[in-house]
């Protein structure tokens, strides 16, 4: 949820800030704008996506060394020119860009306004610049240093800031509360961003900052001091990821890639932890933890989006495989109602982003009801991943299509490997079926290639489908929660209405929407459910709606029942989530495509959401 980059070096700032933002777009494009040194600040900004800023930039080029960008995605205020960031304060002198929310800005903004500053802009983040310039300029001995920090502490909400001052044209401050900043280190340049993402081709060497934290950046170096002006040593971090992996490599879309390239992120995601020979699964990341989870009587994930929809998965998997009572829970609902949670609980989030902000503000409600909170993550080194006890990270790889993919089956392929080893721990699980069970997750990354070797058929049959105004997934037991995210994708996407739904649950409301308008996907993995299934396809059929099945190859039944199938290959139904998502995947997005939307930023979305 908006995008910051920052650069302080020798190199033109707005090349590298540009080119940084672009790679930040998935967290908000309604508006972007940069500003630049150059003997004077200057500031070029504008609604809509960082291309326009670019264009502009061509247009009417500033030179300078030290900037400030950001990407938006609109809290307070419309998406247009004027309140796209940077936002500045009255006297023009500091400019800064701002992520996450300021909650006490009308008091601040009323205060601010009864001693005469003149706003311009509908945002919250203006009264942050106001606010810090009224300080500076009230005491005689503040410096601007000092006077940034007496602003944070009137401020209550969240922020990631990059200021800048016209009088201190080679500084860069940061803080950081709620909204994640990084420091890349260069020789004789520093980089500010939101992730890595825009630094990874400067530099591998980087400072997360915490929150609580203020940097002073210049470029030749850096010093974080907490809010209260205390000095702190930070640890440098290596990081992993590489350009290739950031880029779209060929493809139209990181969507597409992304879905792709699911055979090879379910094996990194396996890789070194599934032992085949031995059928045994090792996580690290859990050792410590392995006895309270063993013991635990309840086990409470919390996620938001696609990761509440593995969570999901993960409650059949845990119940089924190691015997633990499971409770989903929206991280959003988790935390604003009173949870009964403590010491005694095991809390597991799963996020792939590793920053949603009402996910990481439920891993800090629990970790203060003092239970154990444990976290799937995609991105290493991110807030959620650093504050809880221990987890698993899913190495998917970086994903930067706003519709999640290959961070789903990466999060039930975790899911899947934990619940199987707490199973063989606790002996909840036949031996057998563990083996079983091992043997075939390690068989699926070759399945899920079948399936995308397909993708054809989908195309084909998403062109058929590309105009219906609402459809309804159905599954049951493993592939409810896969009914849910098929319909999430299509909705995300293409802005088609779509509903998921268990199968038997559709006789108690949604029947009544089926006609001959209505194309309705059963996911029919092939299972103990398989005859009930057959029956709700019938109770479909009935009513003339249309049915897309995915199934298993040898399901003949429910192919011969639909208007159009996808075959998935023979798996073990607690692990067909990881095949089944796969279709559902390819199916909304070559409806997205025919529709002419904009797969990789659809309205309004951002990948990572970083306000409440
Ligand atoms: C946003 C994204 C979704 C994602 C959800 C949770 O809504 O658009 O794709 O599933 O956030 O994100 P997280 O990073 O916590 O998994």
Same mark, same amino acid.
């Given at each position: 949820m908006c995008g910051i980059v920052g650069y302080i070096g020798d190199k033109q700032a707005s090349d590298i800030i540009i080119k940084g933002l672009q790679r930040l777009e998935y967290r908000g494009y309604d508006s972007a704008g940069l500003a630049l040194f150059n003997g004077k600040l200057e500031i070029k900004k504008g609604k809509g996506k960082v291309d326009n800023l670019r264009k502009l930039l061509k247009k009417e080029p500033v030179k300078g060394s030290v900037g400030i960008g950001h990407t938006r995605w609109a /809290?307070? =205020?419309?998406?247009n020119d004027i309140n796209s960031h940077p936002h500045t304060s009255e006297s023009g002198k500091i400019a800064l860009v701002h992520n996450g929310i300021i909650e006490n800005y009308t008091s601040l903004k009323k205060e601010l306004k009864n001693k005469g500053r003149t706003f311009h802009t509908?945002?919250? /983040?203006?009264v942050i610049a106001q606010l810090i310039e009224e300080i500076y300029q009230d005491g005689?001995?503040?410096s601007f240093q000092k006077a940034v920090r007496l602003a944070l502490k009137q401020i209550v909400g969240t922020y990631g800031l990059a200021i800048v001052h016209s009088e201190t044209p080679d500084r860069i401050i940061i803080a950081r509360k709620g909204s994640p900043l990084l420091l890349g280190l260069g020789d004789g340049e520093m980089f500010i961003a939101s992730d890595a993402s825009p630094i990874i081709e400067h530099t591998k060497k980087v400072v997360y900052l915490d929150d609580g934290e203020i940097a002073i950046v210049t470029k030749d170096g850096y010093e974080v001091k907490t809010i209260d002006d205390v000095s702190l040593t930070k640890e440098v971090h290596e990081l992993a990821m590489s350009v290739e992996e950031i880029e779209?490599? =060929?493809?139209?879309?990181f969507m597409l890639k992304e879905i792709f390239e699911q055979p090879n992120s379910i094996a990194d995601c396996l890789r070194g932890r599934l032992d085949v020979k031995n059928h045994s699964i090792q996580l690290g990341g859990l050792v410590d933890v392995m006895d309270k989870l063993i013991g635990a009587k309840r086990l409470i994930i919390a996620a938001c989006g696609t990761s509440w929809h593995a969570g999901l998965v993960g409650e059949y998997l845990f119940e089924h495989l190691s015997k633990i009572p499971v409770e989903v829970e929206y991280a959003s609902e988790f935390r604003y109602r009173e949870p009964l949670? #403590?010491?005694?609980d095991v809390m597991l989030v799963i996020s792939q982003?590793?920053?949603?902000a009402d996910t990481l503000a439920a891993v800090r409600e629990a970790k203060q009801r003092g239970a154990t909170v444990l976290g799937i993550c #995609?991105?290493?080194?991110?807030t959620i991943a650093r504050e809880t006890d221990a987890g698993v990270y899913?190495?998917?790889?970086?994903?930067? =299509?706003?519709?999640?993919?290959k961070a789903f089956t990466a999060q039930v392929s975790v899911l899947a490997m934990m619940a199987i080893m707490i199973g063989q721990k606790k002996n909840t699980i036949d031996p057998e079926y563990a083996e079983r069970l091992i043997e075939e997750l390690d068989r699926i990354p070759g399945k899920v290639k079948q399936i995308v070797e397909q993708s054809d058929s989908i195309k084909r049959m998403a062109e058929l489908f590309t105009y219906a105004p609402n459809f309804l997934y159905l599954g049951r037991t493993y592939n409810f929660p896969v009914a849910l995210e098929g319909a999430l994708k299509l909705k995300e996407i293409s802005y088609i209405h779509a509903e998921g739904y268990p199968a038997a649950e559709m006789?108690?409301?949604?029947?009544?929407?089926?006609?001959?308008m209505m194309p309705v996907v059963v996911i029919a993995a092939?299972?103990?459910t398989n005859d009930k299934m057959i029956s709700n396809i019938e109770e479909v059929k009935a009513r003339k709606g249309r049915i897309i099945s995915i199934t298993g190859k040898e399901n003949e039944e429910v192919i011969d029942l639909s208007e159009f199938s996808c075959p998935i290959p023979e798996t073990e139904d607690c692990l067909s989530p990881l095949l089944t998502v796969i279709p559902l995947q390819l199916l909304s997005y070559y409806i997205a495509v025919n529709r002419g939307c904009n797969v990789d930023q659809p309205r309004n979305l951002a990948k990572s959401v970083t306000v409440e």
């Open positions: /809290t307070h =205020g419309a998406p509908d945002t919250d /983040t203006e005689q001995n503040v779209k490599s =060929g493809y139209p879309h949670i #403590n010491e005694d982003s590793g920053e949603t #995609n991105v290493v080194g991110s899913t190495h998917a790889g970086p994903e930067i =299509g706003v519709a999640s993919t006789k108690h409301g949604p029947i009544a929407l089926i006609d001959a092939t299972d103990h």
